[in-house]
């Protein structure tokens, strides 16, 4: 599989979330996986402190003309998640949408915080396109029912993020498999996991 994803989120130095979070099961299930940090934080903002750098979006418009000027911003999916910047997210539309020009079939998906810009309603779309057997493209939409743990889990939505991007590339025509999701220590789980949840079309 030569899939190539640009994942646009937050790093964390300690712990397991965006870029983190989302890269190492992706690029486990063969996905070549490019990151840009949005943050470069010591942890994640759940701890009563930390210390870091945000991404501006001049910034990340200097990283993307460099991946532009060698030829090498061709790709498959974007996966963008935690900001903190309103022009950042503008930027990133901007970025998505110079993608889909030269790849119309780009999939881009975006895991949405508290922190979110009003355009991401727009632009995020929870339909999957699929090809049915006689060539016809057909739009799906999912509702998936999850059981509710009591406990916060952070960096899940990260990881969920990726690996619905990921299983939905690999069943294309049948999005109502989804699979139990295991945090990245447990390599083999995230490789093979058990199907706990299933999917509703509506």
């Not at 486990?28 to 009563?48: A, K, R, W």
């Not at 743990?149 to 899940?156: H, I, L, R, S």
């Not at 069943?171 to 390599?187: A, I």
Request: hydrophobic content about 45%.
């Amino acid at each position: 599989m030569d899939c190539r994803v640009l994942s646009v989120q937050s790093h964390v130095v300690r712990g397991y979330v965006g870029n983190k979070s989302a890269s190492f099961p992706l690029q486990v299930l063969g996905f070549e996986v490019d990151t840009i940090n949005s943050v470069q934080f010591s942890n994640h903002t759940g701890y009563e402190h930390w210390k870091g750098q945000v991404l501006t979006a001049d910034e990340l418009h200097v990283l993307y003309e460099g991946i532009k000027l060698n030829n090498v911003n061709q790709y498959d999916y974007v996966l963008t998640g935690y900001t903190r910047d309103d022009s950042f997210l503008d930027m990133v539309v901007d970025i998505v949408q110079e993608l889909k020009r030269a790849n119309p079939n780009l999939v881009y998906g975006m895991y949405i915080l508290k922190r979110c810009s009003q355009w991401c309603v727009s632009v995020y779309r929870p339909f999957y396109r699929i090809v049915t057997a006689d060539g016809t493209m057909v739009t799906q939409q999912i509702r998936m029912d999850i059981p509710r743990v009591d406990a916060v889990f952070v960096g899940t939505g990260d990881l969920f993020a990726a690996m619905l991007l990921a299983w939905t590339h690999l069943h294309p025509d049948n999005l109502k498999v989804n699979l139990e999701l295991r945090m990245v220590q447990s390599k083999a789980d995230i490789e093979d996991p058990a199907i706990v949840v299933n999917a509703v079309v509506l």
